[in-house]
């Protein structure tokens, strides 16, 4: 058992009595005040040194390594199966909670594999922007994104989980109001063209 960054993981204490009426408006601005947004961020802060709880998915790759989506921190952490931390990569970060425009402002809610024996890409559900995105499962770089908040066929309605099969396709399940199993179909890979020219 270990916790973010592969850190001893501790208990959080005990949640305070519920807090209504008036004295609930004034401790949810007091916290509001003290927000730090997503978008200002130091890009080198490597975020909590714990997981947020719940962590919500959990897989081990064909070649041992465990990829965690720390869904209230709004990244995956990927171990050893002994608990060595080796990386991390931000999921959505910039997404804010209620009121700024990203639902509760979580993002990593599962985790799941390619279908190839190397398992080349890692698919991370992204739960408040409503969209799942595609990584180099060994580079984490991400290469795309698609879904967008909506209840039609390729979006996504509080999207909680996923899991592939060993045909390639691609299952994701929506919660709440979602209430649904999306497949979406492997059709292959396709080459792209090399780009051409200089970069800015």
Known sequence: MWGAFGNTPTDDPPRPTALTGDAAKAAAAEE???RILATEFDPKDPGPSQFVPPVHGVKVSNDGLVYVADRGGKRVQVFTTDGKYITQVWIDRWCLAVG?????????AAVAFSADPEQRFLYVASRSPARIWVFD???LQALDSFGRPG???GEFDVLHHMTTDSKGNLYSSEVEDGRRIQKFVFKGLVSMPAPTGGTD
Request: positive net charge.
């Open 100 to 108: 700024g425009g990203c639902n509760n402002g979580n993002t990593a």
């Open 137 to 139: 499962r060994k580079t």
């Open 32 to 34: 509001e005040a003290k």
């Open 151 to 153: 209840i039609a066929p």
